[in-house]
C-alpha cells in the first residue's frame, strides 16, 4: 500500500467544478415526496410479494388488496354472493366476514370494524390498513417514503423474519434518545453460521420506526440465509431523524449496532423471547461481514473502529457518502467498494475518495475492489427506493439498468465477497487472474488495490526518468479543485490532490519506458493502473491497445499484448463540457467520470527474461494517436 496520503476537498471551487453531492438530512416534518405515480410494493414478512394485486393510490388514500394479503397470511378467502361479502378464515377459527354492503367487518355476529372506503376495482376488493389491525396474526402499516404496504403475520416465511425487539435508548451528549430496535432477520438451517449485518443510509423520513428502509434488503436477507449465512438489515433510520435532535454523525448508527448485536448474542447463547425465532447457536459474532449503502457505506467502517461485540472480517461499501476522511482506515480488513455510473444522490462517487484513502494507509495489509457499475444508479440497490435518484439527470434515466439487474449483481458480488474473504482472506478481486470486463452479467470497470512492491508511482516518481518514444509525458493533477490540470479528465471522488502521469501520442508505435528495479520471480500479477482520457480528440472515440515489454539486466526483452476491448483501455462516452467560472476562464470536463482500470498481467507470460533482475517496462501504443493517464505499476504475489 502506499505511503502519500490524499485527503477529501472540502473546497468551494471543488462545487463549483466538480458536482459534489448534496447529503442535507431530512427534517421530521417536511413532507415526504408525491410517489402516487411510481410502483407501489407489498412487503410480507420482510419479502417482496410479486404476484397478485397490489396497493392502489384511490382519491388521495392508499388502499390494500384484501384478498392477497390475507392469502399470504394463510387465510382462505371467499366470495358469499348473497350478502356481498368476502368470507375468510385460517385454522379453523371463527370466520371473519366483510361486508361491501354495509362497509363493515364481523366475527361471530360481533362489529370489529367500519369504513364506507371499500373499493371493488377489476374484481379486487381494495381497503385501508387499519382494518388488519382486527384480524388474529396480521399487522399491516403503509410506508409513504418507500411506498410499500408492510405486513407482518404470525409465522414467516422461508426462513425470514421481521423483528421488533422494542424499545431501545441512545444516548447523545446529555440527551437520551428512544427508539424502536427494528429490522429483518434470515435463519439458515444448523449452526455456528457466519454473520453478515446489513446498513441502510439516509433517505426521506418522518419517523425512523415508520419509515422501514431496512425493508430493502430483505431480498439479500432471503438470499443470504439461503446460502447458510445469517443475515440481518437492521432500521437504522434514528441516525439519519431529526426527531430527537440533530443528529451527530453516526454515533448512533454504532449504537443501534451495539444494542441489536448484543441482543443477538444473548439469543444465540440460548436467552429467548427476544427474536421472533430460536436463535440458540445460530451465528458466529467472530466471522461478521458488514454492508452498507449510502451513508452507511462510511458508516460501517466507524461501526467497525467502535465496535467490540463484533469480530469484523470484511466490508461492503455501495455507492458510499462521505461526509468527512475516515478516522481509521482498517489495516487488515478487505473491503469491496461499489460505485454506480449514474449515481444521481452521490454524484461525486465518493466510492473513489473511499478507495484512495485506503489504498494510501501504509499499514494496510488487506486488499481493495473498486467496481464501477456501468449503468447502476444509487436506488437500485434497495428495494424501498422506488423512484429516481433525487439529482438525477433526466438524460441519463432511460441508461439505467433496470434494478432487478442491479440487485442480482449485488446479491452476487456480496455472496462471493462473504465466501472468499471467509475462506481466503481476499476480496473476490483479487482472486482473477485477469479481471473481468462482465459482473453477474453486468459491464463494470475494476480496479484492484492488493498489498504488493510499488514499481512506479505517479504521485512520486518523476517523469524525469522516463524514457519516451514519439510520446509526451507529463504530470497532472485530476483534483477537484482550481489546481485540476489534467485537461477535461474526471475521476470518480473529490481530491485536493491526484496525481497522474499523461502520456499522449500521434503515431503507432510510439512508447514509454519506466525504469525499474524488480524481481518478479515470485509475483502473481504485473498490474498497471490506467484509463484511457476519453475526452482528448487524440483517442479518436476508440478503444486502445498497447504493448507491454519487459527488459531484464542483460537486455533481454519480453512482450504480452494487451488487447483493445480491455475495460481499463476503452473509449467512455461522453462529450466535453464548458463549464463558467466568475472571473475566470472556462472550465472544461468530459461529461461522464472515468474510473481507472487494473491490467493485470501473468510474468509467466513473458517468456525469454530473467524474471528476478527486470530493469524496464515499456508500453507501446498500437493506435495511431492516444492518451492515457498512467497512476501506478505495481508487482502483486
Known sequence: MKKMHCFLACTVAAILIFSTPVHAFEPALDPLPDLSDYPTQLLVDGQSVKQGAMPQYMDGTVLLPLRNILEQAGYTVNWDTKTKSAVFSKNDAEAYLLSLATGTLTQDNAVLWTDPKIVVKNGVTYVSADLFDYVKDITADWDGATNAAIVTTEAPRDNVYCYDLGEGTLTQGSREIPYRMQGVIGVPEGENHPVVIILHGSHPI????????????????????DAGYLALSMNVGINYSFESGEPNGCQRTVQVVEQQSALLKHAMEGKEGIFPCNLKNKGDLNQVILVGHSRAGYDIFEVMNQTEILGIQGLISAAPSIVSPLSGAPANVPV??????????VKSLDGGTLFDQLENTPQRTSGTDLIYLENGNHGGFSTALVRP?????????????KPEEQRAFFSTYVMDFVETVLETGKTPLETFASLPEQYAGCPIMARVDASGDVLYWAATDSIANLKTTDTVAESVNACSTLDHTAGSFRIPGSFMQYDLTRVRWEKAGASVTIPVSADLRQASYLQIDLAQDSGDERNRQQDQSMTVTLRDENGQNASVQVEAGTPALTWQEGTVESIPITGQEDLFQYSTFTPLGTVRL?????????????????????????????????SVK
Open 206 to 225: 418522518r419517523s425512523a420506526a415508520e419509515n422501514r428502509y431496512d425493508l430493502g434488503f430483505s431480498y439479500l436477507v432471503d438470499q443470504l440465509a
Open 336 to 345: 469491496g467498494i461499489i460505485i454506480p455510473q449514474y449515481d444521481g444522490d
Open 389 to 401: 435518484d433525487p439529482f438525477a439527470d433526466l438524460d441519463t434515466l432511460p441508461l439505467v439498468m
Open 602 to 634: 501473468n510474468p509467466k507470460d513473458f517468456d525469454g527474461v530473467n524474471l528476478g533482475q527486470i530493469t524496464q517496462v515499456t508500453l507501446t501504443f498500437d493506435r495511431p494517436s492516444g492518451s492515457i493517464m498512467l497512476r501506478e505499476i505495481q
